[in-house]
T-cell receptor, first 114, second 114 residues
Framework: QKEVEQNSGPLSVPEGAIASLNCTYSDRVSQSFFWYRQYSGKSPELIMSIYSNGDKEDGRFTAQLNKASQYVSLLIRDSQPSDSATYLCAVNDRKKTNAGKSTFGDGTTLTVKP | KAGVTQTPRYLIKTRGQQVTLSCSPISGHRSVSWYQQTPGQGLQFLFEYFSETQRNKGNFPGRFSGRQFSNSRSEMNVSTLELGDSALYLC?????????????FGPGTRLTVL
């Protein structure tokens, strides 16, 4: 079992719809959770971080965390064609000594169709 | 603030050669991490440097090495290149204050081994 697993994808949604991306992790010591967006041929770009159970909203993006279920998700509302990218989930134990060592999922490729 | 910079952006080498990649972190960031990204294996952690010391290491052979200088710039070296080393090498920097685990990626170095 991989440490961080994401929807296998690819995921396709129509413009204006809600895209839902899911991630589960196996290590219970994980305390920091991140969503990165990676356009084809580019490097990952941080979209959201979440540390506490519940929802965190930033514009059209909402991250949801459930540590008991070891589950983190990203919702993209009013999806736009520019949201078409691969979304990477990353986890970290939030210790200073490991702040630079995150474990990434394989990513879910999202396509938003006009 | 300027972002993470990496040089060179593209490299073509042949098997058996060695290569050195360079990374300059965001000003004030003292943690520099290196990741390898391939289509088959995803984003895998190589190592992390903090205050000129390797603090964490991923599961890669000893052909992969790195160092960090007093100005936090980091270099990564791969010796005796193999075809399987063809990948996007990403550098990420972290600020160990505030949101621990948050990493900012450079544009990457695309290495092709022929």
């Amino acid at each position: 079992q991989k440490e961080v697993e994401q929807n296998s994808g690819p995921l396709s949604v129509p413009e204006g719809a809600i895209a839902s991306l899911n991630c589960t992790y196996s290590d219970r010591v994980s305390q920091s959770f991140f969503w990165y967006r990676q356009y084809s041929g580019k490097s990952p770009e941080l979209i959201m971080s979440i540390y506490s159970n519940g929802d965190k909203e930033d514009g059209r993006f909402t991250a949801q965390l459930n540590k008991a279920s070891q589950y983190v998700s990203l919702l993209i509302r009013d999806s736009q064609p520019s949201d078409s990218a691969t979304y990477l989930c990353a986890v970290n134990d939030r210790k200073k000594t490991n702040a630079g060592k995150s474990t990434f999922g394989d990513g879910t490729t999202l396509t938003v169709k006009p | 603030k300027a972002g993470v910079t990496q040089t060179p952006r593209y490299l073509i080498k042949t098997r058996g050669q060695q290569v050195t990649l360079s990374c300059s972190p965001i000003s004030g960031h003292r943690s520099v991490s290196w990741y390898q990204q391939t289509p088959g294996q995803g984003l895998q952690f190589l190592f992390e440097y903090f205050s000129e010391t390797q603090r964490n290491k991923g599961n890669f052979p000893g052909r992969f090495s790195g160092r960090q200088f007093s100005n936090s710039r980091s270099e990564m070296n791969v010796s005796t290149l193999e075809l399987g080393d063809s990948a996007l090498y990403l550098c990420a920097s972290s600020n160990l204050a505030g949101d621990l685990g948050t990493q900012y990626f450079g544009p990457g170095t695309r290495l092709t081994v022929l």
